[in-house]
């Protein structure tokens, strides 16, 4: 994909802090909620950075654009976990927010990531 490493896109060096600060919350969890709530929220946000690793190693773009969106179900579905962690007291405020800022910029550059590509495609 032009030449680039998958660790040159930032879409994908920001999926792997947030993965980073992910663990952190999963650290502190009580035990009891590990394996529930904490399991699914680990899923979600490992999955926005898998599928931009496994959509960046396609060969077509067509292909590769379907896993862009996948990881950008998986952002959303990260920003229901952290909101029921907070509600729930099991995350600190300091924590949330630092998640909450960086799901929202990712978001932000990723959907511009899935224009770029989508543009590359109607050039073809």
Do not use: C
């Not at 040159?8 to 650290?27: C, P």
């Not at 969890?29 to 690793?53: E, M, R, T, W």
């Amino acid at each position: 994909m032009d030449g680039r490493k998958l660790g040159d896109l930032e879409i994908y060096k920001i999926a792997v802090e947030l993965a980073g600060l992910a663990w952190q919350v999963f650290d502190i969890l009580p035990y009891q909620y590990k394996f529930h709530i904490g399991a699914q929220f680990l899923d979600a946000i490992d999955s926005v950075g898998a599928n931009i690793a496994e959509g960046f190693g396609r060969y077509h773009y067509k292909d590769s654009l379907k896993f862009y969106y996948y990881s950008r179900g998986s952002l959303h579905e990260s920003k229901h976990w952290i909101y029921l962690l907070k509600t729930r007291n099991l995350v600190t405020p300091v924590l949330y927010e630092m998640i909450l800022k960086s799901l929202r910029s990712e978001g932000v550059k990723l959907n511009n990531f899935i224009n770029s590509i989508k543009d590359k495609i109607n050039s073809e």
